[in-house]
């Protein structure tokens, strides 16, 4: 049951990306505008079940979704950033994707230094959050 709740995450998550506060410092995506996730975001990190599994890296976040035997990669630099805003903290990243039909944000919040919740929200609905650990 676990299992398919991670893939059922999965696979709307897939679904929202390909679909087209004072702390925070605000960036504007635009043409050869990189994503900036913050330096305790970078690495590999993964849900329990490895469903789900991110790379993030000083200028990117790749999204790799495991579920049965298929798996597929989003790469928000090259699909999502010329639609994207970004704001980023201490303890926070959000990614605000403004699609043709589909509003959402995803939503990295640490708990510590190999664990965090992650979360998307579609249109007004929240979807998780999802623990993900450092590997």
Same mark, same amino acid.
């Given at each position: 049951m676990v299992r398919e709740k991670f893939a059922f995450f999965a696979l709307l998550l897939v679904a929202v990306?390909? /679909?087209?506060? +004072?702390?925070?410092? &605000?960036?504007?995506? +635009?043409?050869g505008v990189t994503f900036a996730p913050p330096s305790w975001l970078h @690495?590999?990190?993964?849900? /329990?079940?490895?469903? &789900?599994?991110?790379?993030? $890296? /000083?200028? &990117?976040?790749v999204l790799e979704v495991?579920? @049965?035997?298929?798996?597929? $990669?989003?790469?928000?630099?090259k699909t999502? +950033?010329?639609?994207?805003?970004q704001e980023a903290?201490? $303890?926070?990243?959000?990614?605000?994707? &403004?699609?043709?039909?589909v509003q959402s944000v995803l939503t990295f919040t640490k708990i510590d230094d190999k664990s965090l919740d992650y979360s998307v929200t579609q249109n @007004?609905?929240?979807?998780?959050p999802l623990r993900l650990t450092k590997h």
């Open positions: 990306c390909l /679909s087209g506060c +004072a702390l925070f410092t &605000n960036f504007a995506q +635009a043409d @690495g590999t990190w993964s849900d /329990s079940v490895g469903v &789900n599994t991110f790379t993030i $890296t /000083s200028d &990117n976040l495991r579920a @049965g035997s298929t798996r597929d $990669t989003i790469d928000y630099q999502m +950033a010329k639609f994207s805003t903290s201490s $303890t926070a990243y959000i990614v605000r994707t &403004n699609g043709v039909s @007004g609905k929240l979807i998780g």
